[in-house]
């Protein structure tokens, strides 16, 4: 097996035809509570940022990969690494799989080959993720595959209809 792929989804960098799908997703007004974004992001810039995406993680603090299925070379989603730490060896991990392709395991498949990565490619300690109180399907996945929570943080999120709790998520490598 490939570091970034497996039988049914590859992980791969961020391409000049990932544009529009880069555009639908960071304008998803949905996604912006958990991201803290509050505009929209322009296709110039995010055309700026496909451009920069070859650059490592050492330098920019994160990776964004695009998940595809490998038969059909088809885009389900998106993860990131964020916050990462060189000193302690640490990152934050990020996934947004499409409404239309959700429960069809790419989440978890996607997840597990990014330990893999994390693990013996950056080498990390540990990578956490921070899940809203009432994204029950996030934390019964993150839980499935070995996060452990570890925290609580009140009131973190303020939303349409007032704060939430936000868990904190970490799995040692």
């Known amino acids: ?3 970034l792929e ?5 992980l791969r960098s961020l391409e000049p035809d990932d544009l529009n799908f880069l555009y639908q997703t960071e304008n998803t007004v949905e996604l912006w509570e958990v991201s803290n974004s509050l505009l929209p992001f322009s296709k110039y810039i995010l055309q700026k940022y496909i451009e920069n995406s070859h650059l490592d993680i050492f330098t920019t603090k994160q990776v964004r990969l695009i998940i595809e299925t490998r038969k ?4 389900v989603g998106l993860i990131e690494l964020f916050d990462y730490e060189p000193i302690h060896l640490r990152a934050g991990i990020g996934i947004h799989i499409v409404k239309n392709e959700q429960r069809k395991n790419y989440a978890e498949q996607t997840i597990r080959l990014i330990i893999m990565y994390c693990k013996n490619i950056l080498r990390l300690n540990q990578i956490y993720c921070n899940i809203s109180f009432d994204n029950t399907a996030s934390i019964k996945l993150f839980e499935k595959i070995g996060f452990e929570h570890t925290g609580t943080k009140k009131q973190w999120l303020n939303t349409g209809e007032g704060f939430k709790d936000v868990f904190f998520y970490q799995l040692l490598l």
């Open 1 to 3: 097996m490939k570091a």
């Open 6 to 10: 497996n039988s049914v989804i590859r």
């Open 72 to 75: 059909e070379k088809e885009t």
